[in-house]
Structure formats: C-alpha cells, structure tokens
C-alpha cells in the first residue's frame, strides 16, 4: 500500500506532470522528431550521404543538371553534384551555425540579464540601456556589415550572428529575474547569509532554465535562418562549402527549368526550422512559460 501511495505521489510531481503535457502534445512530439532527424543526418552525413566526394570542388559536368531520378534522388547541380548529400552536409553546417552562436549568446546574454535583474542603481542602468542601443540596431543590418569587413566563412557567419544575438536573451533573464528577485525566498537566502553568487546561481537561475530552453530552441530556428539568408546574399559559408543558402542562391540562376536546385535545399531550410518551432512551442506549453 506504501508504494502504491509512493508511486501516486511521485507521479504527481511538477516534472512527471511537465513531461506528461509533453507527450501529449502532436506538435510537440512531431517538431522533436524532426529535430532528431535533423541532428542523426548532421552527425552520421558521411555514413549516410549517397556521394560524400560530391561535398567538395568535385565536379561531373556528364551528370550536370540532372533531374531527380533513382540515381540522384534530388538530382545535381550547376557541376553534377549530388544535391541530397549536399543537403545532408548543409544541415550540418547549419547545425554548426546554431551551436556555435547559441553557445556564445545564450551564456552572455543570460549572465548579464540574471545581473541587471537582481541588481539595481547604475548595474541594471548600465546593463539595461546598452542592451537597448544594441536591440536598436536591425541584426540583418549588422550582419550584413560585419560579412562585408570579414572573409566568407563560418566563424566570421557566427560572429556577425553572435554580436546581437546576446541581447534577447539578456532582455529575457532580466525580466525573469527581476520579477523572481523580489520573492520572499531570495530574501529569505539573503538573511541568511548567503552570497550574491549564492542567490544568482542557487535561487534565482534555476528559475529561468525553463525560459531559456524554450526561447534557446525557438532561437535555433531563427539562426538557421539568419545563416542560411547570409549565404544566400554571399557572405556566409564559402563555396564549395555546402551550405542550404547557398544552394539556394546558386539554384535561382536556373529557374524555372531545374527547379529541383532550389526547391531540395528550400525544402531542408523549412523542415529544419519547422522542427525547432515545433518543438519550441511545445517546451513553452510544458514549462507554461511566456516568451
């Protein structure tokens, strides 16, 4: 009888109820297979990818332009390259992308926001109006800047992402925090003794890890995006890198008749930001948080 009431207990729990929500949600369920499917073609491209010499300068003018068929299953490009295994190295390096600016951005922008909220006088002002100057300026336009200062390439793509991308995090943890600073459990830490380092990072930053999972899954949506839209105006990844905008970019050249350049890498972009705003949006209804 004592563990059945266990059991009954345990299963009420916040995270079992949590999860529960989770796995009930379609949408939800949906948006983190195709994430997972992403991530398995990232991690596993060599072993997948039909033709892996095709990701680098190899060229076939024989097979250029081919159209769909059994042998190259999304047909070739512009030199008679396989345009799925491009694809599956350009989730790759989209992947990288989100990896690289999101484990910048995320760690800055939610340390300065956990600190301009539990803090006030010139700390929060300090912090609070530099991240409004930076929110000031559009990212598209900053980024567009920096690739034309930097050579074409994936850091320098990260870095022109990265430089603002901090600040709706920052935004974010502040207004999170700022509201949690106020509890009566931070006071209570406070006169107890406990550090400033104590409160920030025992008392008030698990209470925003639910908040900066989902806004950092939606967001991973959007830096595909932004990257793929860099190469596509030529100042992300450099050819003969594979990279979806890019792909996209070299396939508009030959509109209307081989459709298949920009529709497969077209095609990829959507499904790989459908899948994190799917399950962005599905964390959000787990966690019931507001972002």
């Known amino acids: 009888m004592a563990a059945t009431e266990t059991d ?11 999860w529960y ?4 949600n379609p949408t939800a369920i949906i948006g983190a297979l195709m994430v ?4 398995v073609l990232a991690v596993f491209a060599p072993l997948i990818a039909p033709y892996p010499e095709h990701v680098g300068a190899a060229v076939n003018f024989r097979a250029r332009h081919a159209a769909p068929d059994w042998t190259y299953w999304l047909g070739t490009d512009k030199v008679g390259r396989d345009i799925l295994t491009r694809v599956i190295f350009g989730f790759r390096i989209s992947l990288l992308l989100v990896v690289g600016v999101l484990a910048i ?3 800055i922008g939610s340390a300065l926001g956990l600190l301009a909220g539990y803090f006030s006088g010139w700390t929060e002002k300090i912090i609070t109006g530099f991240t409004n100057v930076m929110l000031a300026i559009p990212p598209l336009v900053m980024a567009l800047a920096i690739g034309n200062v930097l050579e074409p390439n994936l850091v320098n793509a990260m870095i ?4 603002l991308w901090w600040t709706w ?3 974010l943890v502040y207004r999170v925090s700022k509201s949690i600073a106020s509890e009566d459990f931070v006071e ?3 006169l107890a003794g406990a550090s400033h380092w104590h409160i920030l990072t025992r008392e008030i930053l698990p209470n925003c890890i639910s908040v900066i999972s989902v806004k950092t899954t939606l967001d991973a949506a959007f830096v595909i995006l932004f990257g793929a839209t860099l190469s596509f105006l030529g100042l992300g990844v450099k050819p003969p890198t594979p990279d979806l ?4 970019a070299d396939g508009r050249q030959f509109l209307p008749e081989m459709w298949w350049g920009v529709l497969a890498p077209g095609f990829a972009i959507f499904y790989a930001t459908l899948g994190f705003n799917l399950l962005g949006d599905g964390l959000r209804d787990m966690f019931d948080v507001e972002v």
């Open 245 to 248: 905008g890019s792909m996209v």
């Open 160 to 163: 022109a992402i990265t430089l």
């Open 188 to 190: 209570a830490a406070r």
């Open 105 to 107: 951005a995320v760690p």
């Open 21 to 24: 929500s989770f796995t009930r």
């Open 36 to 39: 997972i499917s992403v991530v």
């Open 169 to 171: 995090h920052a935004r």
């Open 8 to 18: 009954f207990t345990n299963a009420l729990t916040p995270r079992y109820m949590a």
